[in-house]
T-cell receptor
Framework: AQTVTQSQPEMSVQEAETVTLSCTYD???????LFWYKQPPSRQMILVIR??????QNATENRFSVNFQKAAKSFSLKISDSQLGDTAMYFCAFMNYYGGSQGNLIFGKGTKLSVKP | ETGVTQSPTHLIKTRGQQVTLRCSSQ?????VSWYQQALGQGPQFIFQYYREEENGRGNFPPRFSGLQFPNYSSELNVNALELDDSALYLC??????????FGPGTRLLVL
């Protein structure tokens, strides 16, 4: 069974600084997706970034980027120029890819990020 | 905003009752998944519907059931509520490209 581990329950960063959130996963599959979702106190789960396992290039979305190490089964999220609005729970998630059929998301326990002014 | 809506936003029930939660998928999406998120935890997969058929199920008992309608709206039904069913219930819709987009959730409290 696939598992996702986030080893940092809580982190804090100063506004405008850079922070990296860690995630490791375990799978025997070769085709899958990895995601980072953000859940602010409003509780709506918002997609931050997505990575396809077959792509060697790391995904980037504005201030958010990932370091995807497939052999090490590691998928960290880097947030540059942190903003107060980045304060939220961040969940790493894994999904098997079944070639046209959508799998289900397997989530880690989350990292609570606080951005301080 | 993801275009995925859920109702109601909050609900209080007593043990043994039944509850129905509703979800309206984003336009163009053909799958809908339901997740249970206990306080302080990551979401846990309940089940997924694709073209009105159940397309995968997590480790939840049969008293958790669902429906998907032709307009891709969906229901989650929970019978014989237990105290441990108190949680945030999240609906997510998507296409076969993999990304799932979440609704705002329904907070269920079982007393």
């Amino acid at each position: 069974a696939q598992t996702v581990t986030q080893s940092q329950p809580e982190m804090s960063v100063q506004e405008a600084e850079t922070v990296t959130l860690s995630c490791t996963y375990d799978t025997s599959e070769n085709n899958y997706y990895l995601f980072w979702y953000k859940q602010p106190p409003s509780r709506q789960m918002i997609l931050v970034i997505r990575q396809e396992a077959y792509k060697q290039q790391n995904a980037t979305e504005n201030r958010f980027s990932v370091n995807f190490q497939k052999a090490a089964k590691s998928f960290s999220l880097k947030i540059s120029d942190s903003q107060l609005g980045d304060t939220a729970m961040y969940f790493c998630a894994f999904m098997n890819y079944y070639g046209g059929s959508q799998g289900n998301l397997i989530f880690g326990k989350g990292t609570k990020l606080s951005v301080k002014p | 905003e993801t275009g995925v809506t859920q109702s109601p936003t909050h609900l209080i029930k007593t043990r043994g009752q039944q509850v129905t939660l509703r979800c309206s998928s984003q336009s163009g999406h053909n799958t809908v998944s339901w997740y249970q998120q206990a306080l302080g935890q990551g979401p846990q997969f309940i089940f997924q519907y694709y073209r009105e058929e159940e397309n995968g199920r997590g480790n939840f008992p049969p008293r958790f059931s669902g429906l998907q309608f032709p307009n891709y709206s969906s229901e989650l039904n929970v019978n014989a509520l237990e105290l441990d069913d108190s949680a945030l219930y999240l609906c997510a819709s998507g296409q076969t490209t993999g990304t799932q987009y979440f609704g705002p959730g329904t907070r269920l409290l079982v007393l």
